[in-house]
């Protein structure tokens, strides 16, 4: 059966970094909590390989060092053993035909000191500043208390050492490439906002100095990784109280792009406003809503852009056709549609539901299969 005309533009190669992909449908990353004691198991290897028809498939967050989030079994990347069960999910992929990039992550002031990884850590939460976000349910915690006030990180360098650090590991686990987790309020996102940093030295302040770390990261990646770094980023985004006003945003962000533009990245992806990601405060909303394909993507002329963000296959085949955009990125439909690129080839709905209660581990979870590798297949 031939792939639908007007779905043609999804099923081209791309390059990105120095690899090809096989079709512009790639998988997003999204936190669903089955690496147990923070390493990965044959359950999340046979995860990904039931999605290998993406053309690229980015892990779940990978966390850089031990930190307090409210995923209780999220996936780390900082010693050996890392390392070699991360091997056996990447050679697993690999034989079943597509390309994996790691999602590398560090959450900053979205942690709890009282978690059992930030407890074995011994370590405060670190952020760029002291200023606690609102919001937050450390749901395995007595009375799911929400976000604390962090410590104030005294070199910053300290955090991008740790993200160097696992860059290796992810070299070392056989990935193709690593993508930094930029978006949704974490510690990137975090040094980029001038609501969660109010640091007095050359890491805030003006644009160029509230960007500084996240353009250095990005440069240590390169060192580790070349052109294989990609980089997440969520600009109108109101998650784990971010945002700031309209005007300042786009400020901010037409300068990070024009300089992330320069550094010949494998790709960018950009995240789209999403109602259901959006975080509101006494009735107000802390998402900067504005387009951000049309205003970004003039600044984006040299890297692949990924869209992000409820889209549908025919609309990214449109965009893609157009121009404005390289590739797609899901991310809710790819968990519930192990076979979605070919239900896209062949004209097949969306039509399993989201078992929302097993999406994530929680304390009371004893299966962990269940709402995770059991989606049903379409009938072709």
Excluded: C
Aim: glycine residues 8%.
């Amino acid at each position: 059966m031939a792939v639908p005309k007007q779905l043609e533009p999804l099923f081209t190669p791309l390059k990105i970094g120095d690899t090809t992909i096989k079709n512009r449908i790639t998988m997003a990353a999204l936190t669903r909590n089955r690496a147990e004691d923070t390493y990965p198991g044959e359950l999340m290897k046979e995860h990904y390989v039931q999605r290998a028809d993406a053309g690229l498939i980015v892990t779940d967050a990978i966390l850089v060092t031990r930190l307090g989030t409210e995923w209780p079994h999220a996936p780390g990347l900082w010693d050996d053993k890392h390392v070699k069960e991360w091997k056996k999910v990447v050679d697993g992929v690999h034989e079943a035909g597509t390309k994996i990039y790691a999602q590398l992550w560090h959450v900053g002031r979205a942690a709890h000191p009282d978690m059992p990884q930030q407890k074995l850590a011994g370590t405060p939460v670190y952020a760029p500043s002291a200023i606690a976000a609102r919001g937050g349910k450390f749901r395995i915690l007595p009375g799911a208390p929400g976000y604390v006030t962090p410590t104030e990180i005294d070199d910053p360098r300290k955090i991008i050492a740790q993200f160097k650090h696992a860059a290796i590991n992810a070299k070392k686990a056989g990935f193709d490439g690593i993508e930094l987790h930029g978006a949704n309020g974490y510690i990137i996102h975090q040094f980029l906002d001038s609501s969660s940093n109010k640091r007095t030295d050359e890491w805030s302040g003006s644009k160029e100095n509230r960007a500084r770390f996240a353009l250095e990261l990005v440069k240590a990646m390169i060192e580790v990784w070349g052109k294989n770094v990609a980089v997440k980023v969520s600009p109108a985004g109101g998650y784990n109280d971010m945002g700031m006003p309209l005007e300042e945003t786009l400020d901010t962000y037409n300068y990070y792009f024009s300089e992330l533009d320069k550094l010949d990245l494998a790709y960018i992806a950009l995240v789209r406003y999403l109602p259901f990601m959006d975080a509101t405060y006494d009735s107000v909303s802390r998402a900067t809503q504005h387009d951000i394909l049309a205003t970004y993507r003039p600044i984006i002329k040299n890297t692949p852009l990924i869209l992000n963000g409820g889209v549908l296959p025919e609309e990214g085949a449109q965009l893609i056709a157009s121009g404005k955009i390289d590739a797609i990125s899901i991310g809710i439909n790819f968990i519930t549609h192990p076979d979605l690129v070919k239900r896209v080839e062949f004209g097949k709905p969306f039509d399993n539901v989201l078992d929302v209660p097993h999406m994530q581990t929680n304390k009371n979870s004893t299966d962990w299969r269940t709402g995770y590798n059991d989606y049903p297949l379409a009938v072709y």
